[in-house]
């Protein structure tokens, strides 16, 4: 993250900042920052807001636990409103939802998450990790595990042990997911097939 171009116009005060969570890309919660907020932030990083009802600076969590973790943060085109790309411990919401704006659906779809962390692995091998160790045996062993983790999902398919079926049905996703980045592709190029199919 370069901080050096991160640079707010605070001239009229608060800014408002924007919460966007790293792993589902909802939008989790808008606060506002002064300079000080903004610096502290980028200092510790985790989100701190200026708090307009306790005016204060307040980091979010410092009670609760629940800090935003910052992972990226970027300006708008005039750079008076920041967009916070983070990751969030525990529930946002005071009332206990993951958003402050309610429940967000599909957001269990998006498996964004998982398939920027396997292709960061397909570009950055690091040691010890599963994911370079499967894609080091070749195209044909990870194609392999795909049928492996197919069958062992049909047959828990049968049964009613719904923790096994679902560990299952995440163990094929992962080597799905492994398999596409082997031969070069993303989850978008079939998402484009099946689209064109509806049509």
Known sequence: MNTKSLTPTFEKGLVPA????????????LGYMDQEAFDKTLQEGKVTFFSRSKNRLWTKGET??????VKDISLDCDRDTILIIAE????????????CFGETPNSSADFSFLEKTIQHRVKNPQEGSYTNELLAKG?????QKVGEEAVELVIEAKDD???LFLNEAADLMYHYLVLLAAKGFELND???VLRERHK
């Open 64 to 69: 609760s636990g629940n800090f935003l973790h």
């Open 161 to 163: 042990n719904e923790e």
């Open 139 to 143: 195209i044909n062993k990870v194609a």
């Open 18 to 29: 924007i919460i966007q969570d790293f792993f589902t890309k909802n939008v989790l919660m």
């Open 190 to 192: 079939v998402i484009k």
């Open 88 to 99: 969030p411990v525990g529930p946002v919401c005071h009332l206990g939802n993951d958003t």
